[in-house]
């Protein structure tokens, strides 16, 4: 069995957190999924440090209000429709952009929130970066 990313796999082995009981190892690949990306002058295409979870974040996991029991703050969220996207995450705006691409079972366990919303538990050297592109503005009326 693959290992979860370091966060996660030691907060499972702690007990600190479990997985959801219907999350998906084995699932057929997700197309067209959207992901709040950061973009700057320099980076304008997604890394891997767009596809961390809350609890891989410093100055978010040491809040003093941050619940390292709940198993969506271990998790990558993606959602299916992107102007639901755009309303959750106050989008567009300053130095953050939308990047599309997929998920499949190589990079980690699936859960399904509900049907806008997933989270993908990534498995330890998965390079989600791969399969994402920057949403240019001028794709804007074609994607929706």
Same mark, same amino acid.
């Given at each position: 069995m693959r290992k979860f990313k370091e966060t996660l796999q030691k907060a499972l082995d702690e007990g600190v957190t479990q997985l959801p009981d219907d999350i998906e190892m084995d699932f057929k690949m997700v197309d067209r999924v959207y992901r709040a990306? @950061?973009?700057t002058g320099s980076k304008t295409e997604p890394d891997e440090s767009d596809f961390?979870?809350?609890a891989e974040i410093e100055r978010i996991s040491n809040r003093e209000d941050f619940?390292?029991?709940d198993i969506g703050n271990y998790g990558c969220s993606f959602f299916m429709d992107r102007k639901i996207l755009e309303l959750a995450m106050f989008l567009?705006?300053?130095? @953050?952009g939308i990047a599309i691409g997929s998920i499949c079972s190589r990079h980690g366990a699936l859960y399904r929130e509900?049907?806008?919303h997933i989270m993908c538990f990534i498995y330890e050297g998965a390079k989600l970066s791969d399969d994402f592109k920057v949403v240019k503005d001028e794709e804007v009326?074609?994607?929706r």
């Open positions: 990306i @950061k973009i961390l979870a809350q619940d390292k029991h567009p705006r300053k130095n @953050k509900n049907s806008d009326d074609n994607d």
